[in-house]
């Protein structure tokens, strides 16, 4: 089965086209996804998301919806699932977005296949260019992929999910021993200061 046969996969808009400028009379203001938007968990990262000013509005088909899926086109191919909460967003040139067949295909699997070392290796075979290294939409659409039925899917997705969020939390409890650590120690060399003033 391919990618296509999932999915339907455009490439997103070339924002350059549509941008606002001073003598323009209507703008409308959008939130814009951007490289910087793609956690390697397939989760979208809204504080780094931009603003773009369009000089009119843009077609619905540039701007995601809840339950597709983006992928970079640009190395490294990283996949991202859109939730409700990030539905509106402008879809830039150097993104694809799909949206999927839920009849045949679970979105968040989807990405969570897109992320897997099996596809990343898929995928480089179809990278091309020198200096920025791409892939093209029709090599996407043309990507083999293998489906597990959309019971066992939504299984896997359900673990995955605990999985990140168990990880996310140790990260962040890491964080927080590290801060701890380093707060206590600064206090150590201050007492240490303090009774070698006195």
């Known amino acids: ?91 830039p040139s150097f993104v694809a977005s799909l949206r999927v067949d839920e009849t045949k295909v679970c979105s968040k699997f989807l990405t969570y296949y897109l992320n897997s070392t099996t596809a990343k290796r898929a995928l480089n075979n179809f990278i091309t260019g020198t200096a920025i290294n791409m892939i093209k939409t029709k090599e996407l659409e043309d990507l083999q992929i293998k489906l597990p039925s959309l019971e066992e899917q939504k299984k896997i997705v359900e673990f995955l999910d605990l999985t990140n969020k168990e990880i996310d939390l140790l990260r962040s409890l890491k964080n927080e021993k590290e801060k701890y650590y380093s707060e206590v120690f600064n206090n150590i060399l201050k007492m240490e200061q303090s009774s070698e003033q006195n």
């Open 1 to 91: 089965m391919r990618l296509k046969d999932v999915s339907i996969i455009r490439t997103g808009l070339v924002t350059a086209r549509k941008k606002a400028s001073a003598v323009d009379s209507e703008i409308i203001s959008y939130k814009a996804v951007t490289l910087k938007s793609f956690n390697t968990n397939g989760s979208l990262i809204v504080d780094n998301l931009d603003t773009f000013v369009s000089k009119e509005k843009i077609k619905e088909t540039y701007l995601t919806q809840t339950n597709d899926v983006l992928i970079r086109l640009r190395e490294p191919n990283i996949a991202v699932f859109i939730d409700t909460d990030n539905s509106g967003l402008v879809i």
